[in-house]
């Protein structure tokens, strides 16, 4: 998978949850491991890319983004995570679709987050 653009701070009330989608799913590294401190946080890489994870009960009743991921090759993005992980797969969009304005996309959702992934054409 190759990803261009993503720099947020994402909540999570359990940050396994997050961990099982963007480790496991969609395999960023942990390049920064605090999991077992009071507040868990970690860094998450890929490709240049940095997501900031925190284990954060509160916050995370109060921010639910949505986040989209650039990729230049939304089909084989879309197999590894059909084949690995087809239960992230967004009820509303679980299949590369080309939408009204003119991008490939398919989206992924979890307790916490939905993530877009694009393709422009």
């Not at 990803?3 to 390049?31: H, Q, R, S």
């Not at 009071?38 to 890489?45: D, I, N, R, W």
């Not at 967004?90 to 393709?119: M, S, Y």
Request: proline share 5%; hydrophobic share 45%; aromatic share 10%.
């Amino acid at each position: 998978m190759n990803f261009t653009k993503l720099i947020p701070n994402i909540f999570y009330a359990d940050i396994n949850d997050g961990l099982k989608l963007f480790v496991e799913c969609l395999t960023f590294e942990i390049t920064h491991n605090e999991l077992s401190a009071k507040q868990p946080f970690c860094v998450l890489e890929k490709d240049g890319l940095s997501i900031y994870l925190f284990q954060d009960a509160a916050a995370a009743g109060e921010h639910h983004p949505e986040i989209r991921l650039v990729t230049d090759a939304i089909e084989d993005v879309y197999k590894q995570v059909a084949a690995s992980h087809p239960e992230f797969l967004h009820p509303n969009l679980k299949v590369v679709t080309l939408r009204p304005w003119g991008a490939k996309e398919f989206a992924l959702t979890d307790c916490q987050l939905g993530i877009r992934i694009q393709q422009w054409t």
